[in-house]
């Protein structure tokens, strides 16, 4: 097969280990970096350009869009599952999972659990918006935080009304702000699965070194192999699939009141293969080699 992985850092982990899977496997791969992509837009003729040329045609495409460029990168992911190629995550799914509200809002209309979740445009009704939640500690979050920059613990009831004022008065692109409940049982740790198509094919619990409440491995946690419980594997292909993606890293917390699902994320980084040894990049392949051919394109997820 030809494969392109679209991805702007040819030398990444993740795109040097899924190159040299597909290779391995006999298949034919580019990397094509979508920043560097433009789309020609004509009427019956919408086009792909690289390095001046059309895009050459592909049996598969694998997105890997960071976070900073997502709009930028579903764009030319969507315009060339316009032209019928094969993606393996598709932008509309990309799209929603960079949204936590959006994520939030599916997760919860399947029957998801997820720490409760409040979302308003005003701070003057704190009183009420933290009732809900089960009163201070709480997590103030930006729908769109990535490796935990834009995840704030309030303490106290007084720490939560200042800091929603003033991601109110920062935030001029009109973010969502959701308020959480602080999981304060599993503060500093959380689980990673990995899914693809209906597996977990590796799993990981990630820990914060300090006494940060955030396990992001970019905020220097570290990570361990775990084996999950029957209800968290069923409950991460369950979440993956409620997003519409076929690979997808699902965020669990453990709580009181049993797993929860704090986020999937379309983009998943690899780091899991180093932690559990499990061969994530060939598993990948695997999937694209036997769903590429198939011409599922349609999105059922509905919002
Ligand atoms: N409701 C919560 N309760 C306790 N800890 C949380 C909660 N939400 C997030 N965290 C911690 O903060 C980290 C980052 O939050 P997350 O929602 O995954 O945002 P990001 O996309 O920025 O990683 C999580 O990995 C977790 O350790
Ligand atoms: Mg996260």
Redesign the pocket.
């Known amino acids: 097969m030809k494969i392109a992985i679209l991805s702007n850092g040819p030398s990444n982990y993740s795109t040097q280990r899924l190159k040299e899977e597909a290779e391995q496997r006999g298949h034919e791969v580019s990397i094509v970096k979508y920043k560097d992509c433009y789309v020609s837009i004509e009427p019956n003729n919408n086009l792909v350009y690289y390095n001046g040329e059309p895009l050459e045609r592909f049996d598969a495409i694998i997105p890997r869009i960071a976070t900073y460029m997502t709009n930028y990168g579903c764009m030319i992911v969507r315009q060339l599952e316009m032209q019928g190629e094969y993606t393996l995550s598709r932008s509309l799914a990309i799209t929603r999972a960079r949204d936590?509200l959006r994520s939030m809002q599916l997760l919860a209309k399947n029957n998801i659990n997820i720490?409760r979740?409040v979302v308003s445009r005003d701070s003057a009704n704190i009183d009420q918006l933290l009732d809900q939640l089960g009163g201070a500690p709480?997590?103030i979050?930006?729908a769109r935080?990535?490796?935990?920059?834009?995840?704030v613990?309030a303490e106290t009831k007084k720490a939560a009304k200042s800091t929603l004022q003033a991601f109110y008065l920062t935030n001029e692109s009109g973010t969502n702000i959701l308020l959480?409940?602080?999981?304060?049982e599993?503060?500093?740790?959380?689980i990673r699965a990995f899914v693809v198509g209906s597996k977990v094919i590796a799993s990981m619990k990630?820990q914060?070194l300090d006494d940060?409440?955030?396990?992001?491995l970019?905020?220097g946690?570290s990570g361990t192999p775990i084996k999950l419980t029957p209800t968290e594997e069923k409950m991460a292909v369950r979440a993956a699939k409620a997003m519409g993606l076929s690979v997808a890293g699902v965020?669990i917390?453990r709580s009181e009141r049993g797993p929860?699902v704090?986020?999937v994320?379309a983009s998943p980084g690899f780091g899991i293969e180093k932690v559990t040894g499990r061969n994530v990049a060939g598993k990948i392949i695997e999937y694209v080699e036997h769903n590429a051919k198939r011409t599922v394109h349609r999105d059922r997820v509905g919002a």
Do not use: C, Y
């Open positions: 936590k720490p979740t709480v997590i979050k930006l935080s990535t490796h935990g920059n834009g995840v613990l959480q409940e602080f999981v304060k599993s503060a500093g740790t959380d990630r914060s940060d409440f955030r396990s992001n970019h905020k946690g965020d917390m929860l704090l986020e994320n």
